[in-house]
């Protein structure tokens, strides 16, 4: 019975997915050992593999690769193609006398966690037959591994090392449809690469119907001869459910309100089954998580039999939280899962019989005419809402609730559009010149960017000393930014550290800026959370503040109790350590000297300014901020600690995210004289 408003219109709509061998990705608690969600467990690992849609294409897989250069898969996500594929190559001989089978992922959690179900498979410990290289993270053995996880965007950086990629036989990219910005890299060096290597095969894996245009863009065949063709697709034909999805009568005014609703309509009136509600981002996650558990409590005293366990999922949220949308529960027990579009094809969850749909999802939009990056809420592709319907269908049949009309669901695009063409492209073309590629307007790009994000990326990296006057990368400065697994703002800056006389300072700033969330408020302790956050505080703003943080948790040892009692992300804390460490590595090698400021906070600010002086604001009588040559209006972002205070002449910040109004995030009050002295190039019309 659906709830009220709703309309039923596909009736039997098939669901994307499969039945079989699911398999449920996230790091553990503190171990870093892969847990697996695995209902067949009690099988045998072979009994395992053999229940897999896949299996019963292993040898059809095998002579495609044999006789193409390039083999485009379609399958629904669980349908076993990241696991087994770069087995059936191992064990057909494509990792024979040293050569290696790579398979990229878009994301790190998914590389590190199908890594460990293949070493597992493979009784083999993970980091020597079978390993995992992302960023800050390499756990692989050059002389014993044969089957490599990686992201795309490490793949892209192997090749400033290797740009043949000599070592690999076959590479698999994952989850192409995904189109990251280095998928897309990974793809236009690849059919580069492809021409000098003949021998080199390509694997590209899609869990949507874009197959063509995949297969297309490898296919070296100009004959018109179709007997010649060097590309292929296959599908893999998993099991699948119908879903039942209902359409809402007329628009909602708010989904947040309306999600709740509709959870708590299906908890009252349906059978078994638990729900899975897609929503943008964090914060509406958590503030969906506070209504339902507020409803369900009220609900479970009026003597409900059946209670409610709702649980948040999205990427920033510490591991034992994301375990928890895994765990088994009884069966007088429903769990409502609130997740962000993470759970679309990154993970998937079992029992899931009902979806909510919100129609939104939150992207990285570009806009070139102010040189802004932002996060932004936009209404999801035909193909997202596709997905998300899908993941009620994988082992029963379900419903899916649409939160919008029909009518709108006919008009929103049929995919997502690619990151190339929505994102800030100085990292990639830095990268692709680092490559070699000199003239990046001809790089066979998948889906070309728009010129004037080129142009504006080629000014950036100019005033960041990356690229000279010619277009040409900078020796030594622009080699080095181009090593840096970091955004070039963040390169800039930590090579200019030792000038500064404070790299101890940045190293650690850089760090803690690559975390997501190093400040934990739980929905019930938000007072006590705030305050004693507000420990940590200094009036320069987020990139001090965050240094004092970091170093509070190196002097109390590391300790998780002292994170704990401070409301700290202590994993985070932990990963920024890590993270650290890499980074001073590169400063080592490219001499930087080591050095304090001694807890002056001047020198930290004009290095900060040294490398985000394009990310500059002056406040205004108006009550907000304007960016200084494009006179965009800008504000403080209410997580800042510079929010509630009196807001600073000028500022710098990090990023800037997009909701009712334009938000800077990390931000620092700088002076003025800073940016003409350290930018004038870039300041000099204008200020």
Not at 172 to 201: C, F, S, W
Not at 218 to 239: A, C, H, M, W
Not at 354 to 364: A, E, Y
Not at 628 to 634: G, K, P, S, W
Request: with cysteine; aromatic share 8%.
């Amino acid at each position: 019975v659906p709830p009220v408003n709703f309309n039923l219109c596909h009736l039997g709509t098939e669901g994307p997915g499969v039945s079989v061998s699911e398999e449920r990705q996230s790091p553990a608690e503190s171990s870093g050992i892969t847990v697996i969600y695995n209902p067949y467990a009690s099988l045998s690992i072979e009994q395992q593999r053999q229940k897999l849609p896949v299996f019963k294409l292993r040898n059809h897989i095998l002579y495609l690769v044999e006789n193409y250069q390039t083999l485009v898969i379609v399958g629904e996500t669980g349908c076993g193609k990241s696991t087994q594929i770069p087995q059936y190559l191992a064990e057909a001989g494509w990792t024979a006398e040293g050569r290696v089978v790579g398979v990229t992922q878009p994301r790190r959690v998914a590389a590190v966690s199908v890594a460990g179900r293949v070493a597992d498979e493979r009784g083999a410990v993970l980091g020597h037959e079978v390993g995992y290289c992302i960023r800050f993270d390499d756990c692989t053995d050059p002389q014993a591994t044969r089957i490599k996880f990686l992201t795309d965007g490490m793949l892209v950086r192997e090749m400033m090392a290797d740009p043949l990629l000599t070592r690999y036989s076959v590479l698999m990219l994952d989850e192409a449809h995904e189109r990251t910005l280095y998928t897309d890299i990974a793809i236009g060096l690849l059919k580069k690469v492809q021409k000098k290597r003949g021998d080199l095969r390509l694997i590209v894996a899609s869990a949507t119907l874009d197959a063509e245009k995949f297969r297309d863009f490898f296919n070296q065949n100009d004959t018109g001869d179709p007997s010649k063709d060097t590309s292929v697709i296959l599908t893999v034909e998993g099991r699948t459910f119908p879903v039942d999805i209902f359409y809402i009568q007329s628009p909602v005014p708010d989904y947040i309100k309306s999600t709740v609703e509709t959870a708590m309509k299906i908890h009252q009136m349906e059978n078994d089954g638990d729900i899975l509600a897609f929503l943008t981002g964090q914060e509406e996650v958590e503030t969906v998580v506070s209504m339902l558990i507020e409803q369900a409590r009220a609900l479970s005293r009026t003597g409900m039999k059946k209670h409610l366990r709702v649980l948040p999922m999205y990427a920033g949220l510490p591991s034992p939280e994301q375990m928890k949308v895994f765990e088994r529960v009884s069966h007088s027990v429903r769990k409502v899962i609130v997740a962000t579009n993470i759970a679309e094809t990154s993970i998937t969850i079992h029992r899931i019989a009902f979806v909510i749909d919100c129609g939104f999802v939150k992207l990285r939009a570009y806009n070139p005419k102010t040189a802004i990056e932002c996060l932004v809420v936009v209404p999801v592709s035909k193909a997202s809402a596709n997905q998300r319907a899908g993941r009620a269908g994988r082992n029963r049949s379900g419903k899916c609730y649409r939160l919008y009309t029909e009518e709108d669901f006919e008009k929103l695009p049929k995919s997502t559009v690619p990151e190339m063409q929505r994102s800030n492209l100085a990292p990639v073309i830095l990268q692709l010149k680092a490559l070699g590629i000199d003239n990046v307007l001809r790089f066979p790009f998948l889906s070309p960017p728009p010129a004037q994000s080129m142009v504006q990326a080629l000014e950036l990296l100019y005033a960041l000393g990356g690229l000279d006057m010619h277009c040409r990368l900078t020796e030594p400065l622009g080699m080095r930014i181009a090593e840096f697994p970091l955004n070039p703002m963040f390169a800039k800056m930590l090579l200019e550290s030792g000038n500064f006389g404070c790299s101890q300072e940045i190293l650690t700033i850089a760090a803690m800026m690559q975390i997501q969330n190093i400040f934990v408020i739980p929905p019930n302790q938000k007072a006590q959370a705030a305050r004693q956050h507000r420990k940590f505080a200094v009036e320069e703003g987020d990139h001090l503040t965050m240094l004092n943080v970091y170093e509070a948790f190196v002097k109390h040892s590391k300790s998780s109790q002292w994170c704990q009692e401070h409301f700290l992300n202590y994993k985070g804390l932990v990963r920024a350590s890590v993270v650290r460490e890499q980074l001073k590595k590169l400063l080592v090698r490219f001499k930087v000297p080591k050095k304090s400021s001694e807890g002056d906070p001047d020198p930290v600010l004009r290095c900060i300014v040294s490398g985000f002086f394009a990310n500059a604001a002056k406040f205004h009588s108006t009550g907000a901020y304007r960016t200084i040559r494009d006179d965009h209006e800008l504000h403080i972002h209410p997580t800042s600690v510079l929010y509630a205070e009196k807001p600073p002449r000028w500022v710098v910040y990090n990023e800037v995210i997009q909701t009712a109004k334009y938000y800077m995030r990390d931000v620092t009050a700088v002076e003025s004289a800073w940016l003409l002295e350290l930018a004038p190039h870039f300041y000099q019309q204008g200020t």
